[in-house]
């Protein structure tokens, strides 16, 4: 199993913060530095000094690290228009040297849009929204040099688009994540490279996974030419002490934590991972929420990695 870094930067974390963290990362060997996609502190806190924009982000971080695979968990539909974000994400492909990954989801956090003034809209508009936007973004990756690409939806309208840039890989890897039982694992067996499973307990996951396999055989796509991946928060301690002490520096309950996410020392986190393998992750992404706890980072990928 593949272990990736995820962060939350709209909590407080400068862009800094970030690079540090991406370059621990990468010496350490994890397989990806992926961040979240939000404008809007969540809970308590004013998410001093503020968000990080997360493509603006990722462009620094493609140019100042140089192994390490970089992307979103996720990109909302509702913050950009699916032309101009095929471009930058093309773009920091380009950066990296090919090491890209686009998540792009529906979007949920209505608070963070009536607090930047960005349309909202029903969850079937935003869903709406998600179908189009990954039609319209693989449309304008795949069309050949020299073709134009044209789009005619509901929502979205290309008309003669030359489809440049083009990304150094082909395709850029698309993620696709969420519990919807019908049009999440539809588009994900239409359009996902990877299928991702956030947040929830293990049975969840894995009967979501079966979905996502199903409705891969139903359109004649090998179910296991997609990656199942699962993210949970982090909390990782070389004893019980050390547990409690992340978990408190967070602000999470050691409780909640050992209950709905990874939490414990590394001989209990191995098992914890090893189940998901066993119901078919590929991949784990470790959520951490203090960014500069590097020994955090240093202490998964000595004790837990190797193992898993």
Not at 58 to 87: D, H, K, M, N, Q
Not at 141 to 155: A, H, L, M, N, Q
Not at 183 to 208: C, H, K, S, V, W
């Amino acid at each position: 199993m593949e272990l990736r870094v995820f962060t939350e930067p709209q909590q407080g974390a400068t862009y800094d913060d970030q690079l540090r963290a991406a370059l621990v990362a990468e010496e350490c060997g994890f397989g990806g530095f992926f961040r979240s996609d939000h404008y809007h502190v969540m809970g308590e806190g004013d998410g001093s000094p503020g968000p990080t924009d997360a493509w603006v982000t990722l462009a620094g971080l493609a140019r100042e690290t140089s192994t390490i695979r970089l992307g979103t968990l996720v990109t909302p539909v509702t913050f950009r228009l699916p032309g101009p974000l095929a471009i930058a994400v093309a773009q920091v492909d380009a950066m990296s040297g090919g090491r890209v990954e686009l998540g792009l989801g529906a979007g949920w956090f209505e608070r963070e849009h009536t607090a930047y003034g960005m349309p909202f809209g029903t969850t079937g508009e935003r869903f709406d929204r998600l179908a189009e936007q990954l039609a319209v973004i693989t449309g304008l990756w795949s069309t050949p040099p020299g073709e134009r690409y044209s789009f005619d939806g509901k929502i979205y309208q290309l008309s003669d688009s030359p489809a440049l840039p083009k990304p150094v890989q082909s395709p850029v890897p698309v993620i696709i994540g969420g519990a919807g039982p019908k049009r999440t694992p539809a588009l994900a067996a239409r359009f996902a490279t990877e299928f991702n499973m956030g947040f929830a307990p293990l049975d969840r996951i894995a009967e979501q996974f079966g979905r996502v396999r199903r409705a891969c055989e139903e359109i004649g796509r090998d179910p296991s030419s997609i990656v199942y991946s699962a993210s949970l928060t982090t909390c990782v301690g070389a004893d019980q002490a050390d547990v409690a002490r992340r978990a408190a520096a967070t602000g999470h309950d050691l409780d909640e934590l050992r209950a709905s996410g990874l939490a414990g020392t590394p001989e209990e986190v191995i098992e914890v991972l090893r189940a998901h393998a066993e119901a078919g992750c590929d991949r784990f992404y470790v959520q951490v929420f203090d960014m500069t706890d590097h020994d955090h980072l240093r202490l998964i990928a000595s004790e837990v990695m190797p193992h898993v």
